[in-house]
């Protein structure tokens, strides 16, 4: 099935041009994606494995639930999509934690803070093979060694104000 996005422009408006996802984007154009951190309210992190199935990452274990937006999306109904689909987890208080724009996408974080039964975390075939919660300070120590660097970039100035980075 083709999935169809958004344009938007480097500023944030969209450009009312659809885009088709794994064709090129055309210069100066963005695509919108967000991501989420899921927080138990006892405080634990929620870490997500990729599958072996992802071209990029296979395998590693991600801070993150998320994916783009589809056409018509804005970006906290594409982040409550992308962690129900991912997670499993559909109750939760969307934060917004930060935005972050690379070469060709719009970056839009937040944080879930649910009360979801730990054990109902399911995992989205192609997409999530295993989950684990991580307590805060095992969150810490996974920030400093082991998130995927571009990940970290884009949360980083939450996790900085967080005190997860030194």
Request: hydrophobic fraction near 35%; proline fraction near 4%.
């Amino acid at each position: 099935m083709m999935e169809i996005w958004d344009a938007y422009y480097a500023d944030g408006t969209k450009a009312g041009i659809d885009l088709v996802r794994g064709k090129p984007l055309p210069e100066g154009l963005y695509h919108l994606v967000s991501e989420v951190l899921v927080r138990h309210e006892e405080g634990d992190y929620l870490l997500m494995q990729r599958s072996f199935d992802k071209p990029n990452y296979p395998g590693f274990w991600e801070a993150t639930a998320g994916g783009s937006a589809l056409k018509g999306e804005d970006a906290l109904s594409c982040a409550i999509r992308e962690t129900r689909e991912e997670t499993g987890i559909a109750n939760g208080k969307m934060v917004p934690i930060g935005i972050y724009s690379s070469h060709d996408t719009h970056y839009h974080s937040f944080l879930c803070l649910t009360d979801a039964a730990k054990d109902s975390v399911t995992c989205q075939q192609g997409e999530t093979m295993g989950y684990r919660w991580l307590t805060e300070a095992e969150f810490m120590a996974f920030v400093q060694s082991d998130m995927i660097p571009m990940q970290k970039k884009r949360l980083m100035p939450w996790l900085e104000k967080m005190g997860y980075l030194k």
